[in-house]
Protein backbone atom coordinates (compact mmCIF):
# COMPACT_ATOMS: atom_id res chain seq x y z
CA UNK A 1 0.00 0.00 0.00
CA UNK A 2 1.03 3.54 -0.58
CA UNK A 3 2.15 5.72 1.61
CA UNK A 4 -0.69 8.57 2.39
CA UNK A 5 1.12 12.17 1.60
CA UNK A 6 -0.39 15.75 3.21
CA UNK A 7 1.01 18.71 1.15
CA UNK A 8 3.39 19.18 3.81
CA UNK A 9 5.06 15.34 3.65
CA UNK A 10 4.68 15.53 0.04
CA UNK A 11 6.81 18.89 -0.34
CA UNK A 12 9.33 17.65 2.55
CA UNK A 13 9.87 13.95 1.10
CA UNK A 14 10.44 15.60 -2.98
CA UNK A 15 12.71 18.42 -1.00
CA UNK A 16 15.08 15.23 0.58
CA UNK A 17 15.18 13.56 -2.96
CA UNK A 18 16.29 16.70 -4.47
CA UNK A 19 18.83 17.38 -1.97
CA UNK A 20 20.22 13.97 -3.30
CA UNK A 21 20.43 14.91 -6.69
CA UNK A 22 22.25 18.83 -5.43
CA UNK A 23 25.08 19.50 -7.12
CA UNK A 24 27.05 20.68 -9.76
CA UNK A 25 28.22 17.14 -10.82
CA UNK A 26 25.68 14.06 -9.75
CA UNK A 27 22.67 14.36 -12.64
CA UNK A 28 25.86 14.38 -15.05
CA UNK A 29 27.44 11.53 -13.69
CA UNK A 30 24.12 9.41 -13.75
CA UNK A 31 23.30 10.26 -16.94
CA UNK A 32 26.56 8.59 -17.96
CA UNK A 33 25.49 5.37 -15.83
CA UNK A 34 22.17 5.14 -16.99
CA UNK A 35 21.49 1.88 -19.67
CA UNK A 36 23.06 -0.08 -17.30
CA UNK A 37 26.45 1.45 -18.55
CA UNK A 38 29.64 0.82 -15.92
CA UNK A 39 32.02 3.19 -15.72
CA UNK A 40 35.53 3.35 -14.45
CA UNK A 41 36.90 6.62 -12.44
CA UNK A 42 39.23 7.01 -15.66
CA UNK A 43 35.78 6.72 -17.78
CA UNK A 44 34.32 9.30 -15.60
CA UNK A 45 37.59 11.70 -16.02
CA UNK A 46 37.54 11.28 -20.21
CA UNK A 47 33.79 11.83 -19.74
CA UNK A 48 33.60 15.19 -17.83
CA UNK A 49 36.86 16.68 -18.78
CA UNK A 50 36.26 20.13 -16.74
CA UNK A 51 35.75 18.07 -13.26
CA UNK A 52 38.59 18.15 -10.70
CA UNK A 53 39.36 14.70 -9.38
CA UNK A 54 38.84 15.89 -5.89
CA UNK A 55 35.14 16.59 -7.01
CA UNK A 56 34.55 13.80 -8.83
CA UNK A 57 35.64 11.25 -5.92
CA UNK A 58 33.33 13.64 -3.67
CA UNK A 59 30.17 13.14 -5.72
CA UNK A 60 30.88 9.56 -6.28
CA UNK A 61 31.37 8.98 -2.34
CA UNK A 62 28.07 10.90 -2.18
CA UNK A 63 26.18 8.83 -4.70
CA UNK A 64 27.57 5.95 -3.15
CA UNK A 65 26.47 6.92 0.34
CA UNK A 66 23.19 7.70 -0.87
CA UNK A 67 22.33 4.24 -2.29
CA UNK A 68 22.38 5.62 -6.29
CA UNK A 69 25.29 4.18 -7.10
CA UNK A 70 27.59 1.37 -6.46
CA UNK A 71 31.63 0.81 -6.48
CA UNK A 72 33.39 -2.32 -6.69
CA UNK A 73 36.79 -2.28 -6.06
CA UNK A 74 39.31 -4.89 -7.73
CA UNK A 75 42.01 -5.93 -5.48
CA UNK A 76 44.95 -5.02 -7.99
CA UNK A 77 47.60 -2.66 -8.65
CA UNK A 78 47.00 -0.25 -9.60
CA UNK A 79 43.55 -0.24 -8.52
CA UNK A 80 40.64 -0.87 -10.78
CA UNK A 81 37.42 0.90 -9.62
CA UNK A 82 34.09 0.08 -11.34
CA UNK A 83 30.66 2.61 -10.93
CA UNK A 84 27.63 1.19 -11.46
CA UNK A 85 23.50 2.62 -11.06
CA UNK A 86 21.91 0.43 -7.94
CA UNK A 87 18.29 -0.65 -9.00
CA UNK A 88 16.84 2.34 -6.60
CA UNK A 89 19.54 4.74 -9.10
CA UNK A 90 18.22 3.09 -11.95
CA UNK A 91 14.19 3.42 -11.12
CA UNK A 92 15.74 7.26 -11.28
CA UNK A 93 15.81 7.78 -14.88
CA UNK A 94 11.98 7.61 -15.92
CA UNK A 95 11.48 10.71 -13.06
CA UNK A 96 14.10 12.52 -14.80
CA UNK A 97 13.05 11.58 -18.26
CA UNK A 98 9.47 13.26 -17.21
CA UNK A 99 11.24 16.11 -16.02
CA UNK A 100 12.17 16.76 -19.34
CA UNK A 101 9.12 16.43 -20.92
CA UNK A 102 7.99 18.84 -18.61
CA UNK A 103 10.52 21.10 -19.16
CA UNK A 104 9.91 20.51 -22.95
CA UNK A 105 5.80 21.91 -22.41
CA UNK A 106 7.74 24.92 -21.23
CA UNK A 107 9.94 24.97 -23.78
CA UNK A 108 8.07 23.99 -26.53
CA UNK A 109 10.75 21.92 -27.62
CA UNK A 110 9.10 18.61 -29.71
CA UNK A 111 10.80 16.00 -27.21
CA UNK A 112 13.89 14.92 -29.41
CA UNK A 113 17.04 15.42 -26.61
CA UNK A 114 15.17 13.05 -24.14
CA UNK A 115 17.13 10.94 -22.33
CA UNK A 116 17.54 7.34 -23.12
CA UNK A 117 17.00 5.18 -20.32
Known amino acids: MRKQYTAETAASG ?3 MIRLLDGRW ?14 R ?3 FERLIPSISQKMLAQQLRQLERDGL ?3 KLYPQVPPKVE ?3 TEWGQ ?8 ILRWAEQRDGRDG ?4 QC
Open 14 to 16: VEE
Open 26 to 39: KLIILFHLFDGKVQ
Open 41 to 43: YSD
Open 69 to 71: VAR
Open 83 to 85: YRL
Open 91 to 98: ALCPALDA
Open 112 to 115: QDRC
